[in-house]
């Protein structure tokens, strides 16, 4: 495993909370040259860190007002169960997040759909036809405070 500095955490951190910032920004933030946080950044990218960039969009000026955390109990527990049922909730648009996780469900999704009836249309016709899936639970937010908050770094040596 490769080790990681306080140089390193600084460039994740300000790389988590602007994924746009020019390189030369980035270097003078962080206190290096652009060359040499440019070789940072990279290293970050090759071991993995950095698993990729990419726009985060306004739910509701997207018409997608309704926020859904759905609890799915699942039968016939084997890996190719999970992984047919995996294949399925991943390949639904709505469905933003797909989590495996104990306690009274096995799997837990978050959906982004425009409304009641959306919704209603994702969780009859589309979820509860993949096989194997028994039961849905269904939590709706009704607001969000925090969403894709950056990674605590202090682990990170």
């Known amino acids: 495993m ?10 994740l951190d ?3 909370a602007d994924g746009r910032i020019a390189n030369v920004d980035l270097a003078e933030a962080v206190s290096l040259s652009p060359s040499a946080c440019l070789r940072r950044v990279r290293a970050l990218e090759s071991d993995g860190l950095i698993a990729g960039y990419r726009a985060e969009l306004d739910r509701a000026r997207l018409g997608l007002d309704l926020t859904v955390f759905v609890e799915l109990r699942v039968d016939h527990h084997s890996r190719e169960t999970a992984a047919r049922i995996e294949a399925a909730l991943t390949a639904i648009p709505e469905i933003v997040a797909c989590h495996i996780i104990s306690g009274r469900a096995d799997i837990l999704v978050e959906a982004a759909v425009a409304n009641l009836a959306a919704y209603e249309h994702l969780l009859i016709d589309q979820i509860l036809t993949i096989p194997s899936i028994v039961d849905a639970h269904s939590t709706f937010a009704i607001r969000t405070v925090k969403t894709r908050g950056p990674l605590p770094l202090a682990q990170l040596t």
């Open 2 to 11: 490769t080790s990681y500095d306080s140089t390193d955490r600084a460039i």
């Open 14 to 16: 300000r790389l988590q």
